[in-house]
């Protein structure tokens, strides 16, 4: 899933390059923010990492 977000995001990124800034408003209507959307994964992605690695720390301080 990330993949095809990271995906979008880049092809939004070089249209917005390609096309002028009324075409480009025209053109989002509808889609999703892939970039939004792609930070919202990470974001939660790394908040799961940091507690499972505070919950390995705390495993190896205890035993």
Known sequence: EML?????????????DELSPEKLAIANVGRQDAKKHLEEHVSNLMSSNIVQTLGMMLDTVVF
């Open 4 to 16: 095809s977000l990271a995906t979008k995001y880049n092809k939004a990124v070089q249209e917005e």
